[in-house]
T-cell receptor, first 113, second 113 residues
Framework: KAGVTQTPRYLIKTRGQQVTLSCSPI?????VSWYQQTPGQGLQFLFEYFSETQRNKGNFPGRFSGRQFSNSRSEMNVSTLELGDSALYLCASSPGQRNEKLFFGSGTQLSVL | ELKVEQNPLFLSMQEGKNYTIYCNYS?????LYWYRQDPGKSLESLFVLLSNGAVKQEGRLMASLDTKARLSTLHITAAVHDLSATYFC?????????????FGGGTRVLVKP
């Protein structure tokens, strides 16, 4: 069974640009969550989608947005990039119920110059 | 607001000895996760603990949960070099729908011969 796939693996952007990251969950999984990992702030929750609806949202500015498609694939978008957005962005998938294991992808390493 | 604290932040281990990592959290939870992360890699799920008194073991790692004390421990028995990694605990609040995880700051483990 294929794992969680995130593309691209690495991305370099400049300040002010926007970026879209993609996450394909494990087949059959309906929940996709996104996390930002930085050396200073650690792992922080961005948002979670379940059946194309945002179910949870973290404390990030509106420049961070996401969506989920009918096949459960998810994208997150960051507009007007800032230097502080440089981070590893991790996606996690799960079947969607509580009390379950979450499976993480390899992440997208975003560098903003 | 849920806060999750891990200690120590860094643990230098000698091979063959036993060590414990602590994870404290601030509000009632019904799910606690332990993850392992190797440098430049994603998060690997180790344990999901769901109830008070839960204990899970895999190889040299054993995790336990005390929901009354809001404390989980990850015990490492007879440390070996392969266990060098960063270990994270993560908690889901009991009232939360879905899978919004709040992570601790991580414990960097280095096992020396």
């Amino acid at each position: 069974k294929a794992g969680v796939t995130q593309t691209p693996r690495y991305l370099i952007k400049t300040r002010g640009q926007q970026v879209t990251l993609s996450c394909s969950p494990i087949s059959g999984h309906r929940s996709v969550s996104w996390y930002q990992q930085t050396p200073g702030q650690g792992l922080q929750f961005l948002f979670e989608y379940f059946s194309e609806t945002q179910r949870n949202k973290g404390n990030f500015p509106g420049r961070f947005s996401g969506r989920q498609f009918s096949n459960s694939r998810s994208e997150m978008n960051v507009s007007t990039l800032e230097l502080g957005d440089s981070a590893l962005y991790l996606c996690a998938s799960s079947p969607g119920q509580r009390n379950e294991k979450l499976f993480f992808g390899s992440g997208t390493q975003l560098s903003v110059l | 607001e849920l806060k999750v604290e891990q200690n120590p932040l860094f643990l230098s281990m000698q091979e063959g000895k036993n060590y414990t990592i602590y994870c404290n959290y601030s509000t009632t939870s019904d799910r606690l996760y332990w993850y392992r992360q190797d440098p430049g890699k994603s998060l690997e799920s180790l344990f999901v603990l769901l109830s008070n008194g839960a204990v899970k073991q895999e190889g040299r790692l054993m995790a336990s949960l005390d929901t009354k004390a809001r404390l989980s421990t990850l015990h490492i028995t007879a440390a070996v070099h392969d266990l060098s990694a960063t270990y994270f605990c993560a908690v889901v609040t009991i009232k939360a729908a879905g899978n919004k995880l709040t992570f601790g700051g991580g414990t960097r483990v280095l096992v020396k011969p």
